[in-house]
């Protein structure tokens, strides 16, 4: 399924559809704050903070936010462990928790599932390379797949 595609695709789950319509959002440069990233930290305890600290679960907040759903309302990642209900299987849209790069065990990354192959996962989401914007993870690298 191509990119433009999936923007308009009906049976993405509608936080999802949310996501792909900020697609670009990126941090701003130093002395500067990009104000969307700036509302995404607002559905979280990172209210009133710039775009220079990690905005990954802001991002899924506002997202779910925007769809009438409650998310977890922390920006740590990991916070979407417990949000939902487990998958045993991934789902498109579906909510995928990462480990960070640095494997600290209470950091990580949160996205939203789009595929898998066999190396990777490919997750929508805020803070990827500081930009919303497809990204692709090792598959060892998942905690969790979450639907809410």
């Known amino acids: 399924m191509s990119e433009a ?6 049976s993405a789950p509608a936080w999802l ?3 792909l319509k ?3 959002i990126r941090r701003y440069g ?5 104000p969307r990233i700036a509302e995404y930290n607002n559905c979280t305890q990172l209210a009133g903070y710039d775009d220079k600290i990690a905005w990954c679960s802001s991002f899924l907040n506002w997202c779910m936010k925007q769809s009438g759903i409650r998310g977890t309302g922390s920006a740590l990642a990991r916070s979407w462990l417990t949000w ?16 960070a ?3 600290v065990d209470w950091k990580g990354h949160v996205g939203l599932f789009l595929r898998i192959d066999d190396e990777n996962v490919y997750l929508f989401g805020g803070n990827q390379l500081e930009e ?6 090792p598959r060892d690298r998942v905690l969790a797949y979450r639907w809410p």
């Open 22 to 24: 900020e697609r670009g």
């Open 5 to 10: 595609s999936q923007a308009t695709d009906v």
């Open 17 to 19: 559809s949310v996501a």
């Open 132 to 137: 919303v914007r497809e990204l692709d993870y």
């Open 30 to 34: 130093a002395g500067q704050c990009n």
């Open 84 to 99: 939902g209900q487990p998958l045993e299987k991934p789902k498109y849209g579906c909510v995928a928790v990462l480990t």
């Open 101 to 103: 790069d640095d494997e």
